[in-house]
């Protein structure tokens, strides 16, 4: 008789939570469907509990997700963060958790995400071009971005960026550095966050890109142990 009752309080007991795990979907729906309508008033976000609370369910679903990234995967907190950063940007939420990633402690974008991010802002007519300048292998090498600007047709150059500038600022010489093993990618990655960052700005959000945050942390300081 106890087995007996055991199970079914252990069937009462998981009637209950699909019960509760139905009346949660059940609320959902209108925000999944209109998605980009709730993300599109997140500016709004801190004086609207009812919104705030739709995000977090929706956070809720993609944390049980196992296509995200491992940072995002049971974690509705992070996935909230990137609902709310994708609603401001109005993008696509796994876009953001996708190119979003945690560099000595603070977000960043990844390289390819700087640059796509600047082809989809509408503000251009066309994507980036990467011109090359200098002798390749040589401290003159380098690469800046050109696009023109939709507005009103004029063509806008970023800093060029080379590898005398990588050496200058001590990001070729650190440790595990990139720029020794692919210079040419990195060149184009640095060149396209100097684009953004003089022409459209609004695109990183005010992220560092992960290369950028990477050649800037402080090199691990060594310890000498005296015995």
Not at 48 to 68: F, G, P, R
Not at 135 to 160: H, I, M
Not at 181 to 191: H, N, S
Request: aromatic share 8%.
């Amino acid at each position: 008789v106890g087995s007996e009752m055991c199970i079914r309080d252990s069937r009462m007991n998981d009637k209950m939570t699909e019960l509760q795990e139905q009346q949660e979907l059940s609320e959902i729906p209108q925000t999944v469907e209109h998605s980009e309508a709730v993300l599109s008033q997140t500016n709004n976000l801190a004086e609207n509990a009812k919104l705030l609370n739709n995000i977090y369910k929706l956070a809720k679903i993609y944390a049980n997700s196992t296509m995200i990234p491992k940072d995002y995967q049971r974690n509705p907190d992070n996935c909230f963060v990137a609902l709310e950063l994708s609603g401001r940007m109005g993008v696509s939420p796994t876009l953001v958790m996708q190119n979003l990633v945690v560099v000595q402690g603070r977000p960043s974008w990844a390289g390819q995400a700087c640059i796509a991010l600047v082809n989809g802002s509408g503000k251009f007519t066309g994507d980036l071009d990467f011109i090359t300048v200098g002798v390749p292998g040589q401290d003159d090498w380098g690469v800046y971005c050109r696009a023109y600007r939709k507005s009103d047709g004029q063509e806008l150059t970023g800093t060029t960026v080379t590898m005398q500038m990588a050496m200058d600022e001590g990001w070729l010489g650190k440790n595990g550095s990139k720029w020794k093993t692919m210079p040419e990618q990195m060149l184009k990655y640095r060149a396209a966050s100097f684009f953004a960052r003089t022409y459209c700005p609004e695109v990183l959000m005010g992220f560092s890109t992960a290369d950028e945050a990477e050649d800037v942390a402080p090199e691990p300081q060594k310890t000498t142990v005296r015995l």
